[in-house]
């Protein structure tokens, strides 16, 4: 090292982002860090203050913390399994040892719960690192990343942060009958070429809500050439109706060995907070994903919490049905106040509020109401709202009325 230099530390400048982006990799430098919508603990945090203050004039204590309404993240209202909390404080007596890095039970449960092999199954710190993995590993310098143009944020920024090239597929139009903005399946196969190493499709979709069936999806993997992977992000599967026709890439697992699925235990399993998503597919893909797993990436608790929430199907029914019931409230009061609302079998639905949406959606925050903003997305004239329990929907439509009179 250089003497001179390392007698006189103060003489660098600091180095700005730029800087730094400039040395990062080629996908890197043009990247825009994940967006998480609003800075949910600065809110929770403002809205105690207000609290207090309210108590303090001699208010009802708190009353701004409980009135806050957080819709802005299609999380569920219902909270987990209580099994999954008994399995959490059972696990506190073993917290300065490491978690099992193969995550053994909770393999097993999921093999048993999907009826596939436990080679099958790769686990992750929630279902995004997957997505994100996924184009590490099969994606690079010019290669093809196909998806659709409203499809869940993290396609993009995976693809990119891979350096490989993004390909945006116009999604169904606007007005299509029944799936506006949704999936264009038929087009997203016209535009996989050669260069083409990974498709991603979620289903159903987040920020959309929209969804492709099983015969249109079966068509779809019967035209995909076997040298492009097929990730299929099921984030929702669960909270989709019995009785809808959304497609789910299980069945089509033994005869696709290109077809990879991811869920997680973030929404109808009400486990956000542990951050645990799993990816089934081919035991040959699973080996070589391995490769870059971090080891131990799923923790303790979150290990024994997820295998016991398996074990609890009534629980798991019962925010499925939860959520369908308020799911129609919301749809049919939003309807009734004339505003669009796209189809969704999800925890959230996305409205149309029209050219007013920022306005709204700064009167709602500052109400304590969050909602998810969609300009990112390129939707500026929508909201997307989680589905909350009845109480939360009320103070939400409450709120909307007050804002839009
Ligand atoms: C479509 C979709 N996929 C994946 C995820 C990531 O979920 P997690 O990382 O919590 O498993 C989300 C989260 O909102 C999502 O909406």
Same mark, same amino acid.
């Given at each position: ?5 390392h ?11 730029a ?11 043009g ?9 949910? *603990?600065?809110? /929770?945090?403002? $809205? %105690?203050?207000?609290?207090? #203050?309210?108590? &303090?004039? +001699? ?7 409980e009135?806050l309404?957080e ?5 569920n ?14 696990q ?20 048993k ?7 099958q ?24 990343? *196909?998806?659709? /143009?409203?499809? $869940? %944020?993290?396609?993009a920024? #995976?693809?990119? &942060?891979? +350096? ?10 606007g007005?299509?009958?029944?799936m506006?903005l ?29 969804w ?7 068509a ?6 076997a ?6 992000d ?6 989709a ?7 789910t ?24 907070g ?7 597919g ?5 080996a ?5 797993r971090e ?28 959520n369908?019931?308020?799911?129609a409230v ?12 796209y ?13 007013d ?13 969050v ?20 109480d ?14």
């Amino acid at each position: 090292m250089n003497a001179a230099r390392h007698s006189e530390p103060d003489s660098q400048p600091v180095r700005d982002e730029a800087w730094f982006a400039a040395r990062a990799s080629r996908g890197v430098q043009g990247l825009k860090a994940y967006d998480p919508g609003h800075d949910l *603990v600065a809110f /929770r945090r403002r $809205f %105690a203050a207000q609290g207090c #203050a309210s108590a &303090a004039e +001699g208010r009802m204590p708190g009353a701004a913390v409980e009135s806050l309404v957080e819709l802005g993240s299609n999380e569920n209202p219902y909270g987990p399994s209580p099994a999954a909390r008994a399995a959490i404080v059972d696990q506190l007596q073993s917290l300065h040892r490491y978690p099992d890095p193969l995550g053994a039970d909770l393999k097993r449960a999921l093999a048993k719960t999907h009826g596939v092999a436990t080679a099958q199954i790769l686990l992750g710190n929630g279902s995004h690192e997957l997505l994100m993995q996924l184009a590490q590993v099969f994606a690079g310098a010019d290669d093809e990343v *196909v998806f659709s /143009r409203y499809g $869940f %944020a993290v396609f993009a920024l #995976a693809t990119q &942060a891979a +350096g490989a090239q993004r390909v945006i597929v116009d999604a169904l139009a606007g007005d299509h009958p029944t799936m506006p903005l949704g999936h264009d399946l038929d087009a997203i196969a016209a535009a996989i070429t050669e260069r083409t190493k990974l498709v991603y499709l979620a289903n159903p979709n987040n920020p959309t809500g929209t969804w492709f069936g099983r015969e249109a999806f079966a068509a779809f993997m019967a035209n995909v050439p076997a040298h492009v992977i097929v990730v299929m992000d099921e984030a929702y599967a669960e909270m989709a109706e019995a009785e809808s026709d959304v497609a789910t890439a299980l069945p089509l697992l033994d005869a696709h060995s290109n077809l990879v699925l991811t869920r997680t235990f973030s929404k109808a399993h009400g486990l956000a907070g542990l951050r645990v998503g799993y990816l089934l597919g081919a035991p040959g893909l699973v080996a070589v994903m391995e490769r870059l797993r971090e080891s131990f990436n799923v923790n303790g608790p979150a290990l024994a919490a997820c295998e016991a929430a398996l074990g609890d199907d009534a629980h798991l029914q019962s925010a499925r049905e939860r959520n369908a019931q308020q799911r129609a409230v919301l749809v049919d009061a939003f309807a009734r106040r004339g505003l669009h609302v796209y189809p969704s079998q999800t925890n959230f639905v996305m409205v149309r509020f029209g050219p007013d949406t920022a306005r709204i959606e700064a009167e709602l925050s500052a109400r304590g109401v969050v909602l998810r903003p969609m300009g990112g997305y390129g939707l500026p004239e929508c909201l997307r709202v989680t589905v909350g329990n009845a109480d939360e929907n009320r103070r939400l439509l409450a709120a909307i009325d007050e804002v839009r009179s």
